[in-house]
């Protein structure tokens, strides 16, 4: 459906965070390191929440990062941050300390008493900051690379306590954001259809086994297009039952109900005569659709808690 402008934006910043995170976490995952890595946590302490971007836990402090994908020329006036030509906008310091103060918190009532290295990263390649302070603990894209090499050179391993605190907190993680605002919604005034994964065009057509883009010729198989239907749909109304009749309207494309039928069958255990349930496919879901993180190659134990848009 077609989004009200401010909603518009909300979707596009959050966009806009979220990438700049997974790009942030194609740094962190090349850590060679003995530390833990726990990206986008929401936690709580005294009964205030916070959010984490990138906590990376080694064996003599722990290091904090809040990730902004800020494009654009900004400067730096009298701790206060403006994007050219005057356009004040909320300086990622204040939410850095913010958080620290609050992780400090909460690590002191797990009865850990870690420094906290916190640092603000501008992770996008076209950011320009004018009138940088010197002593602040900005990152910017240049010093990445530079940066992650002195982190690879930290020697020391960490140990049990330090895997129980990520426990702790991967535990005290709150899954259900209290921030998320989701436009309302409803089947009816969506639009249906499947949508091309690598164009999000609608203009799609059905050949033989394959799903055909007409705008840019992505060809998907028609079953994983419609599994990719499944699982949008199942996320957008969670509670409906995934039946074959819906996923064929929701589909669109595909003429054959005996076809969905068919796919939802060897994806699915069937409950009833109509209705299958998700229960079995859900690890395979999140493969799907989040991006996960290969660590087998990493030396050292790591947890990590994934992104989610
Ligand atoms: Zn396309």
Redesign the pocket.
């Known amino acids: 459906m077609n989004l009200p402008p401010k909603d518009k934006q909300h979707y596009f910043n959050l966009r806009k965070g979220y990438e700049g995170e997974v790009k942030f976490d194609s740094y962190t995952e090349k850590l060679q390191c003995d530390c833990i890595i726990l990206n986008d946590l929401l936690l709580r302490v005294n009964s205030t929440t916070f959010q984490i971007d990138s906590l990376i836990i080694t064996l003599d402090r722990v290091f904090l990062y809040e990730v902004k994908n800020f494009k654009g020329d900004y400067y730096y006036d009298s701790d206060l941050l403006y994007k050219k030509p005057k356009i004040e906008v909320i300086n990622p310091l204040l939410q850095l300390q913010r958080s620290e103060s609050l992780l400090r918190q909460l690590l002191l009532s797990l009865g850990f008493n870690l420094p906290i290295d916190s640092s603000v990263v501008f992770i996008n390649p076209e950011f320009t900051l004018y009138q940088a302070p010197l002593n602040e603990p900005f990152i910017f894209s240049t010093q990445l690379n530079h940066y992650f090499k002195q982190q690879n050179t930290i020697s020391t391993k960490i140990d049990s306590k330090h895997k129980m605190l990520a426990d702790q907190l991967v535990s005290l993680h709150m899954a259900d954001s209290p921030f998320t605002q989701v436009a309302p919604y409803e089947y009816n005034r969506l639009r249906k259809g499947i949508s ?6 609608f ?2 057509s059905i050949e033989g086994q394959k799903c055909v ?6 060809v998907e198989v028609v079953a994983a297009a419609v599994m990719r239907c499944v699982h949008e749909f199942n996320m957008l109304f969670p509670k409906q039952e995934i039946t074959t009749n819906i996923i064929h309207d929701w589909c669109q494309v595909v003429n054959s109900k005996k076809r969905i039928r068919r796919i939802l069958a060897s994806h699915f255990n069937r409950i009833g005569v109509h209705r299958w349930t998700l229960v079995v496919l859900q690890a395979s879901f999140l493969s799907l659709t989040r991006p996960m993180r290969d660590n087998s190659r990493r030396k050292s134990p790591c947890f990590v808690v994934h992104r989610t848009l």
């Open positions: 091309c994964l690598n164009c999000d065009s203009s799609l883009c007409k705008e840019c010729g992505y």
